[in-house]
Every structure is written in structure tokens, then in C-alpha cells.
């Protein structure tokens, strides 16, 4: 816990036998998280950069936003009390909340303060007007966006395309805001392929989200599935719940229910529909987010 992330420590495991098939297919899942137990997986890469930015300009706190559950918000809080920085939570919706959920006590306890916010109020979150109104209660801040979600996030997402092994042929891994996506895409091989499996519910805008963002924008070797999202974030149907508890049987890997086991799920139907080319070499990222799941998800 006291220590800094640290990308050596991401494994590599081969996971084919948790997906039968006669096309010569591999899986392989790198597992970014295991880089830190709370500052773990894609969220590490995404920050550093803010963070570095923040020290740089000479900031003693950052603000950055995120919901209940927010991957984002626990990496974040732990980070910044790591680069001995102040940090802010602005979060999405208050409705009469008496408790706050495990990820924001984890939050405050790292030192976060939160501050709540309205949901029409949380979606002005790039608007000047709410940026200068958090300034004035918090004083002068380092703003990080949602996700991690600007330049300096996507440059330390690309830091992840140095873990690839040689001979992967398609790379697969979950999109929330598409940051950790667009930042591999950027630094990777242009002929290693890209398959991206979005998490919220009709995430179609993020074609056009990712597109934006990258630096080769004629290649066309990427693409996105927004057909594995079980309708969105909070939604954990029995057959996910049961894949996940089946994979981590064959593998001992735990998957999170938000990002990876729906991703995992969608490899597997894929690959049952020949969905992939024979003797594809996918490599799958499991970006973390095991401090969402429900307590006790994988024991008996
Ligand atoms: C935040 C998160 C993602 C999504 O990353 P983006 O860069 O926002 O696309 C994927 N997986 C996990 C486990 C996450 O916590």
C-alpha cells in the first residue's frame, strides 16, 4: 500500500484454456492490476503525468471528478497523497446520501476531500463557470478531468503499448472515457489491431470520442464493441456473474464486474462465433478495478 505502482510488477498469463478452440487462437491477459493494490491498473498510467503537471506548475492540490464507484476517484486520492499533493473529489449526485459508499470512505481516508455535487451540476464539469466556482471554495488547484481524461493522461496510457509482447496480433481492452484507449492506440505498432469493449450503456458517441484523439487517423485497425455493456455500469446480470466466477475457477484471475469480466465475456462469445481470424494472437488488458466488486464475488 505505502509503495509507489510499479508496471514490473504487471503479469503476463496465458488464459487460452479458458477459451477452447480449434482456430489456433491465443489469449493472453496482461494484468495491470497488479501494479499497486489501490493505484491499479490503467488508472496509474493515466495519472502520473496529471500528476507530474500538477507538481511542476507549482500546485499544492488537484480537484478531479468521478462518481460512487469511481476507479478514477480511489487511484486518484491515493496517488496525489503520494506525490505529498492535496486532492479534491467532486462528485456526481447526492440524493440524501447517509452513507457514503466504500469507495469514498477508502477516499476520505486517503486524506480526498469530497465535495457533492447535483447531477445537472456535475455535467457542467468542464465549464469555466464550475472550474473557477471550485477554485474560489478550494483554492488554487490543479484540475484533473474525469477519468483522467486530457493529454497528459493519454501520453501515460501509451507507456502500457511497452508491455505488449511481440507477436500479439489484436489487442483488447475496456473503454469508459476511451483516454487509456486513444493513448495506446497513439504509441502502438500500426499493425497490431485494436478491439475496444465499451462499458456504458450506448456508447456509440465513443467512435467519434477516440477518433478525435488519435494521431493516425486514416488507419483503420481499430474498432469498438458496444454490444457486451449488459446496459451499462451498474448493471451485474447472473450470466456475467456466473462467466466471471468460471474464469477465475480455470485461471484463479479475479475480473472486475464493470470493465474486465464484461470485456472477458465478450472474448468468449467472439471467439465462439469466429469472430476473430484464425491463429489470432489477442492480447487482453485487465485494467484493474477489483475494489468495486461485490465483497466475497469469488468465494464459494
Ligand atoms: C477507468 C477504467 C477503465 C476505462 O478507462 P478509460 O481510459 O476511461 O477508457 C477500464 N477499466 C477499468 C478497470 C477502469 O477502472
Redesign the pocket.
Known amino acids: 500500500m505505502d509503495t509507489m505502482p510499479d508496471p514490473l510488477r504487471a503479469s503476463l498469463c496465458d488464459v487460452t484454456s479458458a477459451f477452447p478452440n480449434r482456430q489456433g487462437i491465443i489469449v493472453k491477459l496482461l494484468r495491470l492490476d497488479l501494479i499497486h493494490p489501490v493505484i491499479s491498473?490503467?488508472?496509474w498510467f493515466?495519472l502520473k503525468y496529471n500528476l507530474q503537471d500538477a507538481l511542476d506548475g507549482g500546485f499544492e492540490q488537484i480537484i478531479t471528478f468521478g462518481g460512487n464507484y469511481s476507479?478514477?476517484l480511489l487511484a486518484a486520492a491515493a496517488a496525489s497523497k503520494h506525490a505529498g499533493l492535496r486532492s479534491v473529489g467532486v462528485v456526481r449526485g447526492y440524493h440524501g446520501q447517509q452513507v457514503l459508499s466504500a469507495t469514498l470512505q477508502d477516499c476520505t481516508s486517503l486524506g480526498m476531500e469530497l465535495h457533492f455535487v447535483s447531477r445537472t451540476e456535475y455535467a457542467k464539469k468542464e465549464d469555466p463557470d464550475l472550474i473557477s466556482e471550485l477554485q474560489s471554495i478550494f483554492g488554487p488547484s490543479f484540475i484533473i478531468p474525469e477519468?483522467?481524461?486530457n493529454a497528459a493522461?493519454r501520453r501515460g496510457?501509451g507507456e502500457i503499448a511497452a508491455l505488449v509482447p511481440d507477436g500479439t496480433s489484436m489487442l483488447c481492452?475496456?473503454?469508459?472515457?476511451?483516454?487509456?484507449?486513444c493513448g495506446i492506440r497513439n504509441a502502438l505498432p500500426l499493425n497490431i489491431q485494436m478491439t475496444g469493449f465499451t462499458?456504458m450503456n450506448a456508447g456509440g458517441y465513443l467512435q467519434q470520442e477516440i477518433q478525435k484523439h488519435l494521431t493516425d487517423k486514416l488507419h483503420r485497425n481499430w474498432s469498438l464493441r458496444t454490444d457486451y455493456s449488459f446496459g451499462g455500469f451498474a448493471k451485474t446480470p447472473p450470466a456475467l456473474i456466473d462467466f466471471m466466477k468460471q474464469f477465475n475457477l480455470q485461471t484463479a484471475i479475479p475480473l472486475?464486474i464493470?470493465?474486465?469480466g464484461k470485456m472477458m465475456f465478450g472474448i468468449q462469445q467472439m471467439i465462439r462465433e469466429q469472430a476473430f481470424a484464425a491463429g489470432e494472437q489477442i492480447l487482453c488488458i485487465h485494467?484493474?478495478?477489483l475494489q468495486g466488486n461485490p465483497t466475497g464475488l469469488f468465494n464459494p
Not at 481492452?173 to 484507449?181: C, E, I, K, Y
Request: aromatic share 8%; no cysteine; proline share 4%.
Open positions: 491498473g490503467n488508472k493515466k476507479n478514477h477519468g483522467g481524461d493522461g496510457a481492452l475496456p473503454v469508459g472515457t476511451g483516454t487509456t484507449f462499458a472486475d464493470v470493465y474486465t485494467t484493474g478495478g
